[in-house]
Each structure stands twice: as C-alpha cells, then as structure tokens.
C-alpha cells in the first residue's frame, strides 16, 4: 500500500472536479476507492448498485478495466456493462504502480439519446421504480469525445504534479525493491543523483526527504555499499580479475574502489576472495572425508 498524502490529495480532486464537473477519485490495486470527490458516485450508479447482481457486474467490469491498466500500465478508457464512459490512469513510478486515478461516469454527447434508450432498455427487467430509472437515466452528464481524450490527458499530468508533491509515494519495501532494482540496473555506470531524480520524478530535495525515512546513510554512500555488495559477490562467486570486477561495478579507478571495498567491507578485495576460496576448500575437504 501506498503512503497518501490525503489532505492535498482531496484538494486537488476538489479543484479536478470543479474544472470539469467530472467524479474522480484515487483506487487502490483492489479498485477500492480511498479518495473520492464527489464522495457519491452518479445517481444512476447508485441505484444500479442496489441489486447485488448488477454490483457483482459493476465489481468485476471495473476490476477487468485495472487489470488491463495494470498490464498495459497505461491509460485505459472503457464502457462500463451499463453503458457509461470511465477512464482510468495509473500512478506509477517506472512501471511500478502505486495507484490508480478513475474518473467519467458520463455518456457521449454524440449520441446521448441512442446511449440513454441502451441503457434503459438494459435496466428495465431488474424492474427498478420506472421514475426513479428515467431521473437516473437524464442525470447522467454527457461529454464530446474531444473533451473526453483532454480530460484524459489532464489526469495523465495530474498523476505526475501528485507524485511529484509526493502527495501519494511508495511505502519503505516498495520505495528500497524500486531503488534497489534501478541501482543495480546500472551498478556499471557512473549513476548520479540527478538520475534518481529523474527515476522517481522528483527534485532532489524531495528525493531526500523521501528517501531519509528509510535509510541509515546518504544515497551515495547507499549506492556504493550497493556497487560493494555486488562487488563481494562477484569476489566469492567468480574468478574475474579485481580490475575488471571494478569496472563492472561502475569504479573506472581501480585503487579507488580498492579503498571503498576496504572502507565498507573491512577488508580489502584481494583478502575477500582469498577468504572465499579458503572457505570453499574447506568446505570440499570436509565433504571429502
């Protein structure tokens, strides 16, 4: 689960909705809403979902809708089994998804009286009272397909400026196995700071303050224990020579990532893997007796 920053995360719902006159809201991976504005959904969702069978339909066609935005991770846009247009972009960091952003529950004003009759037609035989379907029914908002392709493109920059605010941001395992996986990604390269930054979509202010919570150091000094831990492995596991191991762990200096190993590991790189080898020796003496 994501850490929410859910004041802001109200406020900038608040200001989405009064700019369009859409319902939005923030879902988790469940397609539970955690956020919403308005807090009801549309009157005719409402009513729909007072019997169990069209709420299960309404369950699974949404649920169906986040896989698909999960596996694409990227916008999706769909027709609900009643008939009503709702989109649905994903947070994400990489392709780490954190959330998801859905809004719509409108119908398309090209055809609003042809979509209005479908949906009638598909209501009747769950034999709701006939004046509150037709009220539900002319309630719905329309939307041209020129300001529903906009109003996808505004959430798209509305889940970066969210994340960016860090107004929703990966929990502690889900913020180190993203870092972890980048670092290692490119423990060959000379990965700066700025290229975090541009990873998590944050300044680098906001990329300390989130990473300060759940480190013990600075982040260069993380990724070097990083390039380390690598380095050690590569020691034990393999017969690479000591330059060759620092040039794949992203040291273009030799003795300088002989002085780094020994810092952070407390012992040099030669004293590793003689350290190693001794090790297995035994192990395959002991076997062999």
């Known amino acids: 689960m994501a850490s929410i920053d859910t004041k802001n995360l109200q406020i900038v719902l608040k200001d989405?909705?009064?700019?369009?006159?859409?319902?939005?809201?923030?879902?988790?991976?469940?397609?539970?809403?955690?956020?919403?504005?308005?807090?009801?959904?549309?009157?005719?969702?409402?009513?729909?979902?007072?019997?169990?069978?069209?709420?299960?339909?309404?369950r699974q066609c949404d649920l169906a809708a986040f896989i698909r935005c999960q596996k694409n991770t990227s916008p999706h846009i769909y027709t609900c089994h009643v008939g009503l247009q709702i989109f649905i972009i994903p947070l994400k960091i990489d392709n780490h998804i954190l959330a998801y952003i859905m809004c719509g529950e409108v119908i398309d004003s090209a055809r609003i009286h042809e979509q209005r009759q479908e949906i009638y037609d598909y209501l009747k035989p769950y034999h709701f009272p006939e004046d509150e379907l037709r009220q539900a029914i002319l309630s719905l908002d329309s939307r041209g397909q020129d300001v529903m392709n906009a109003a996808v493109t505004t959430l798209e920059s509305l889940a970066l400026f969210c994340l960016s605010k860090q107004m929703i941001r990966p929990n502690k395992n889900d913020f180190l196995k993203n870092l972890n996986e980048y670092i290692d990604a490119?423990?060959?390269?000379?990965?700066?700071?700025s290229d975090l930054c541009n990873h998590f979509f944050v300044s680098r202010t906001q990329l300390y303050k989130l990473s300060q919570p759940y480190l013990d150091c600075s982040l260069a000094e993380y990724i070097q224990r990083r390039r380390i831990l690598y380095a050690t492995k590569l020691l034990e596991n393999t017969d690479l020579p000591i330059t060759e191991?620092?040039?794949?762990?992203?040291?273009?200096?030799?003795?300088?990532?002989?002085?780094?190993?020994?810092?952070?590991?407390?012992i040099s790189a030669k004293d590793c893997r003689s350290q190693s080898h001794a090790s297995i020796c035994e192990e395959e003496k002991a076997d062999g007796e």
């Open 16 to 58: 989405f909705y009064t700019l369009t006159g859409m319902r939005i809201g923030l879902l988790d991976h469940n397609a539970q809403e955690l956020i919403t504005f308005p807090s009801q959904p549309c009157q005719l969702c409402v009513l729909t979902r007072t019997k169990p069978e069209l709420d299960e339909k309404c």
């Open 245 to 266: 191991i620092a040039a794949l762990t992203g040291f273009c200096d030799c003795n300088y990532f002989r002085r780094i190993f020994k810092k952070l590991s407390g």
């Open 186 to 193: 490119h423990l060959a390269k000379p990965l700066q700071i």
